[in-house]
Structures are given as C-alpha cells and as structure tokens.
C-alpha cells in the first residue's frame, strides 16, 4: 500500500516538473534565442518516476506545448488518484484495527 502511494507521490511530482517546464517554454516562446527545454523520465529504482530537464536546440512549438500540458495534468490526476485510494485503503485498514482492538476489549 505505502509502495503504491510512494510510486504516485513520484509521479505527482515528476508531472509537476514537466508542466513546469512546459508553462516555462510557453512564457519564452517569443524570447529572442529561447530554446525549450524538455523533460525525460526515468524509473527510479526501488520504484516510482523522477523527471529531468533538458535543454534543446529546438525553438518552442506551442502545438506540442499544448500537448505536453494536457498530458501532465492528465497523468498528475491519475497518480493523485492512485495515492487518494492508497490514503482510502489506509483508512480502512485503521477503522478495521480500531474496531477489532474494541471489540477484544469488551
């Protein structure tokens, strides 16, 4: 359970990277000699994701930056859900103790 939710605080937080990066590309978009940077991903060994920022020789492309936003939000959603049901487990499992450690008391 804490692996899982370990894994999405990861990718919460690499998401956040990439839409950082890429909100940053879209403000210097039309900065004379901007090149945008990007982000890689890469797995973590005892689990979960980290990002890295790298810059390009490229010039900013509004169309993929409009992508690349869309798709961090999309999977920071899915990672939050992913920990908000390891949160829900986790409560479960801590009413079920209670209730047990009541019941052994009566």
């Excluded at 039309?30 to 994701?49: E, F, H, I, K, N």
């Amino acid at each position: 359970m804490f692996a899982g939710m370990s894994s999405a605080l990861s990718g919460m937080r690499a998401q956040e990277t990439r839409l950082a990066v890429s909100a940053n590309n879209i403000a210097n978009a039309s900065t004379p000699g901007y090149r945008a940077q990007r982000t890689d991903m890469s797995t973590l060994p005892g689990g979960g994701v980290q990002a890295t920022v790298r810059d390009t020789d490229g010039d900013v492309d509004l169309g993929s930056e409009l992508m690349e936003t869309t798709e961090a939000s999309l999977s920071f959603a899915a990672n939050a859900a992913v920990f908000e049901t390891g949160a829900d487990m986790w409560q479960m499992l801590m009413t079920i103790v209670r209730d047990d450690r009541q019941d052994e008391r009566r």
